[in-house]
T-cell receptor, first 116, second 111 residues
Framework: GAGVSQSPSNKVTEKGKDVELRCDPISGHTALYWYRQRLGQGLEFLIY????????KSGLPSDRFSAERTGESVSTLTIQRTQQEDSAVYLC??????????????FGPGTRLTVL | QKEVEQNSGPLSVPEGAIASLNCTYS??????FFWYRQYSGKSPELIMS????GDKEDGRFTAQLNKASQYVSLLIRDSQPSDSATYLCAVIKPGAQKLVFGQGTRLTINP
């Protein structure tokens, strides 16, 4: 079936503008994750949605970052007043069950954000 | 101390040899361990998962877990140029569901 999809694949914006990134998880997957990967670095956890429970926002780097998810479907990550240090690839992943740490996370292709 | 540590490399291995990738983690209570492969410009893909002490084999790949020493390794036998990628070690900490990643080891297989 279809994998995790993300849009846009690339986004170039000016410093200070707001951006919205979209993630469509695999159908039926309860858990959804957002990660950030700076050039040459590992993945940095941002936020985790687990079914209908309150999301784990512990990785969001500042209050300029927010994310929403409607039910078990699409999620959007919003970055307000973008800064150059926000430039990175933003990766979304989903897994079948919430609260099941052993479940494989399937990654989308990512959105490459460049803040000029 | 980083939660998950890997040697960033680059690690160069001749084609056909065994590539050995290592990872250490700080939280002794961690239960789930994963190796992801990431080609340049692509998203990570799962190679192996391991949850119990010992070895787990899948084709040319073997994951090894030693909870007492808090390390997990990945061996790639008969390495191929197509194995050239960055290998990311990831751990799920106790009581949490998020993956904590190491910075990755860049592996190059030389023909």
């Amino acid at each position: 079936g279809a994998g995790v999809s993300q849009s846009p694949s690339n986004k170039v914006t000016e410093k200070g503008k707001d951006v919205e990134l979209r993630c469509d998880p695999i159908s039926g997957h309860t858990a959804l994750y957002w990660y950030r990967q700076r050039l040459g670095q590992g993945l940095e956890f941002l936020i985790y949605f687990q079914g209908n429970s309150a999301p784990d926002k512990s990785g969001l780097p500042s209050d300029r970052f927010s994310a929403e998810r409607t039910g078990e479907s699409v999620s959007t990550l919003t970055i307000q007043r973008t800064q150059q240090e926000d430039s990175a690839v933003y990766l979304c992943a989903s897994s079948p069950r919430a609260g099941a740490g052993t479940d494989t996370q399937y990654f989308g292709p990512g959105t490459r954000l460049t803040v000029l | 101390q980083k939660e998950v540590e890997q040697n960033s490399g680059p690690l160069s291995v001749p084609e056909g040899a065994i590539a050995s990738l290592n990872c250490t983690y700080s939280d002794r209570g961690s239960q789930s361990f994963f190796w992801y492969r990431q080609y340049s410009g692509k998203s990570p893909e799962l190679i192996m998962s391991i949850y119990s002490n010992g070895d787990k084999e899948d084709g040319r790949f073997t994951a090894q877990l030693n909870k007492a020493s808090q390390y997990v390794s990945l061996l790639i036998r008969d390495s191929q140029p197509s194995d050239s990628a960055t290998y990311l070690c990831a751990v799920i900490k106790p009581g949490a569901q998020k993956l904590v990643f190491g910075q990755g080891t860049r592996l190059t297989i030389n023909p």
